[in-house]
């Protein structure tokens, strides 16, 4: 079980308290374990980020894992999901840059050469494109 405020995070054995001062979070983690307690921990300062990501749409990673599979001339019974690496799948860096390609002229988007860079996986694909169309509309 798992509670959460504006300053701290509550788990049944993790807490963490965090002051906030100037966009920046420092505070303790506290470890209890069986009745056991470790010594808190002190966190360095870091800046403060919310983050929230969604998943693409199911159609959206399995229309890119077929364009995938298309550009790597897999064999049918290669398995691609959404977690599969483009490493993995044997793609080196002219195939990644082709499979963009390929993604750009499916989905009519434009994708940036560092976001391009940032692709890994299906999924990294597939979220990067459902972004780019929403911007488009």
Do not use: H, W, Y
Not at 26 to 43: E, I
Not at 45 to 61: G, H, I, M
Not at 101 to 114: A, C, N, P, R, T
């Amino acid at each position: 079980m798992a509670t959460f405020s504006a300053s701290s995070v509550s788990f049944t054995s993790l807490s963490i308290s965090l002051n906030q001062t100037k966009g920046f979070a420092c505070g303790t983690v506290s470890l209890p374990a069986k009745a056991k307690s470790f010594g808190a921990l002190t966190l360095r300062n870091a800046p403060l980020r919310f983050r929230v990501s969604c998943a693409a749409k199911p159609e959206t990673v399995e229309k890119v894992c077929e364009i995938v599979k298309k550009q790597l001339a897999l064999p049918a019974t290669t398995e691609v999901s959404g977690d599969s690496k483009f490493a993995a799948l044997g793609a080196d860096s002219l195939d990644t840059v082709e499979i963009v390609m390929g993604l750009e002229e499916e989905f009519g988007i434009s994708v940036e050469e560092e976001s391009a860079q940032a692709i890994a996986t299906v999924q990294d694909a597939a979220d990067l494109i459902e972004k780019l169309c929403e911007k488009k509309e």
